[in-house]
């Protein structure tokens, strides 16, 4: 894994947002694979201000986001379409069919996920997947468990995921227990992995990913088996290792 260390969040995002439009350049046409989260907000927001500065072009883009919680609808305003068109897509001239997130609303969960699982490989697969971390180590929704998942399929959130989103939601909204993700081996399947890490409370996790054993209990400690791995993280992230 090379690690780059940032003065902040807004270094990370911005040295981030300078790996992904790299990609973008050197093929126009390339396969992202997208993450939300407050993470990646400002690498979002810097690739927007590129954009509309007319540095970037989206029209041949194509992505692929990590996941999505099961019954929201894509207008929900906590559904992770809404979180995308939010900060993305509604700003830059990406081309909508070329968008790709689970559908939350298909309650056939094994129809959605086979069918995810088969866009993704027809597509070629991942050129760029970026990644946040979890308080937990996971990745997607890729929660802590005794064995690797690999496949795009229905999670049960677990009771610090519920609690850490918790804060968008409205109070007495119920908050969604159950979502959509991408499995460890479409990830791991992406030519070039960035992950983006920021603040002391990412500290202990972020050590565990990359200095501990690879273990199911800490899904994104898979990534030290990846030969293409780029970390971008703050110096607070960072401040354990
Ligand atoms: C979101 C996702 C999650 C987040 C992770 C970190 O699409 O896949 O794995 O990346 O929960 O979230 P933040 O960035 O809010 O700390």
Same mark, same amino acid.
């Given at each position: 894994?090379?690690?780059?260390?940032?003065?902040?969040?807004? *270094?990370?995002?911005?040295?981030?947002?300078?790996?992904?439009?790299?990609?973008?350049?050197?093929?126009?046409?390339?396969?992202?694979?997208?993450?939300?989260?407050?993470?990646?907000?400002?690498?979002?927001?810097?690739?927007?201000?590129?954009?509309?500065?007319?540095?970037?072009?989206?029209?041949?883009?194509?992505?692929?986001?990590?996941?999505?919680?099961?019954?929201?609808?894509?207008?929900?305003?906590?559904?992770?379409?809404?979180?995308?068109?939010?900060?993305?897509?509604?700003?830059?001239?990406?081309?909508?069919?070329?968008?790709?997130?689970?559908?939350?609303?298909?309650? *056939?969960?094994?129809?959605?996920?086979?069918?995810?699982?088969?866009?993704?490989?027809?597509?070629?697969?991942?050129?760029?997947?970026?990644?946040?971390?979890?308080?937990?180590?996971?990745?997607?929704?890729?929660?802590?468990?005794?064995?690797?998942?690999?496949?795009?399929?229905?999670? *049960?959130?677990?009771?610090?995921?519920?609690?850490?989103?918790?804060?968008?939601?409205?109070?007495?909204?119920?908050?969604?227990?159950?979502?959509?993700t991408?499995?460890?081996?479409?990830?791991?399947?992406a030519?070039k992995?960035?992950?983006?890490?920021?603040?002391?409370?990412?500290?202990?996790?972020?050590?565990?990913?990359?200095?501990?054993?690879?273990?199911?209990?800490?899904?994104?400690?898979?990534?030290?088996?990846?030969? *293409?791995?780029?970390v971008?993280?703050d110096?607070?992230?960072?401040?354990?290792?």
């Amino acid at each position: 894994m090379r690690i780059y260390e940032t003065r902040d969040y807004r *270094d990370m995002s911005r040295k981030a947002a300078n790996v992904i439009s790299a990609q973008m350049i050197l093929k126009p046409d390339c396969v992202l694979g997208l993450a939300t989260g407050s993470t990646p907000i400002g690498v979002y927001e810097q690739l927007v201000d590129w954009y509309q500065k007319g540095d970037l072009d989206f029209s041949q883009v194509k992505t692929v986001n990590l996941d999505e919680y099961r019954g929201l609808a894509p207008d929900h305003e906590q559904s992770y379409h809404y979180f995308m068109d939010r900060h993305l897509f509604s700003r830059v001239n990406i081309n909508r069919s070329h968008i790709h997130i689970p559908d939350g609303m298909n309650e *056939d969960w094994q129809e959605e996920c086979g069918r995810y699982e088969q866009m993704i490989e027809e597509l070629g697969g991942i050129d760029l997947q970026i990644l946040g971390l979890g308080h937990n180590g996971h990745i997607g929704f890729n929660e802590p468990d005794f064995q690797f998942a690999p496949l795009t399929r229905r999670v *049960d959130l677990t009771e610090s995921t519920i609690e850490a989103n918790r804060r968008f939601f409205s109070e007495g909204e119920s908050v969604p227990r159950q979502a959509y993700t991408m499995g460890i081996k479409a990830i791991m399947s992406a030519r070039k992995i960035l992950l983006l890490v920021s603040g002391a409370d990412k500290a202990d996790i972020l050590k565990k990913v990359m200095e501990g054993p690879i273990t199911p209990q800490v899904p994104a400690s898979i990534l030290q088996l990846h030969p *293409d791995v780029t970390v971008i993280a703050d110096r607070e992230a960072l401040g354990k290792l």
